[in-house]
T-cell receptor
Framework: DQQVKQNSPSLSVQEGRISILNCDYTNSMFDYFLWYKKYPAEGPTFLISISSIKDKNEDGRFTVFLNKSAKHLSLHIVPSQPGDSAVYFCAVLNNAGNMLTFGGGTRLMVKP | KAGVTQTPRYLIKTRGQQVTLSCSPISGHRSVSWYQQTPGQGLQFLFEYFSETQRNKGNFPGRFSGRQFSNSRSEMNVSTLELGDSALYLC????????????FGEGSRLTVL
């Protein structure tokens, strides 16, 4: 069973517009949620995180929203830039704090 | 500060062989984890080590094993390779796993023929 799902394998947006990436999870006991970005031929890099006690966390152009009742996580990128083109993975941290479970990823393409 | 270093970056093996991959974490990081990335299954957790102890293991067969040395360097081994083991193997290190912020290496791409 997939505990973390990203239903959109790809997303294309125009430069300057908002990118919204979505993620659903099944276990309401998760405490920590994260987004990672991955460029080809590189390892994933941490982007932003949010704990379950919050519903929003902002870092520059990146904002993560958490809707616990819907078990839904989203990442907003405003404004989108061509350099944001990458694969984005959402992830949840297990309660023991020693394992991340990743979604399948969404490939974002930002067109100039 | 040097990042996470993985060797080798690319390797080709044949079915039935075994392979050992190496990971040098960021200096000071005592937690090292391994993940497998495949097109069909995404990023899947293999195992996590902290101070030479395996604290968690993912849902992989016993052919997949690992260890961590006293200097925090880690190795993973896959024996009796199968075609389905072809993947990018990623190592990540961190000082504090509780934040979920892992620092990944560039990965070792294994092709099994």
């Amino acid at each position: 069973d997939q505990q973390v799902k990203q239903n959109s394998p790809s997303l294309s947006v125009q430069e300057g517009r908002i990118s919204i990436l979505n993620c659903d999870y099944t276990n309401s006991m998760f405490d920590y949620f994260l987004w990672y970005k991955k460029y080809p031929a590189e390892g994933p890099t941490f982007l932003i995180s949010i704990s379950s006690i919050k519903d929003k966390n902002e870092d520059g152009r990146f904002t993560v929203f958490l809707n616990k009742s819907a078990k839904h996580l989203s990442l907003h990128i405003v404004p989108s830039q061509p350099g944001d083109s990458a694969v984005y993975f959402c992830a949840v941290l297990n309660n023991a704090g020693n394992m991340l479970t990743f979604g399948g990823g969404t490939r974002l393409m930002v067109k100039p | 500060k040097a990042g996470v270093t993985q060797t080798p970056r690319y390797l080709i093996k044949t079915r039935g062989q075994q392979v050992t991959l190496s990971c040098s974490p960021i200096s000071g990081h005592r937690s090292v984890s391994w993940y497998q990335q495949t097109p069909g299954q995404g990023l899947q957790f293999l195992f996590e080590y902290f101070s030479e102890t395996q604290r968690n293991k993912g849902n992989f067969p016993g052919r997949f094993s690992g260890r961590q040395f006293s200097n925090s360097r880690s190795e993973m081994n896959v024996s009796t390779l199968e075609l389905g083991d072809s993947a990018l193997y990623l190592c990540a290190s961190t000082m504090d796993y509780n934040t979920g912020e892992l620092f990944f290496g560039e990965g070792s791409r294994l092709t099994v023929l």
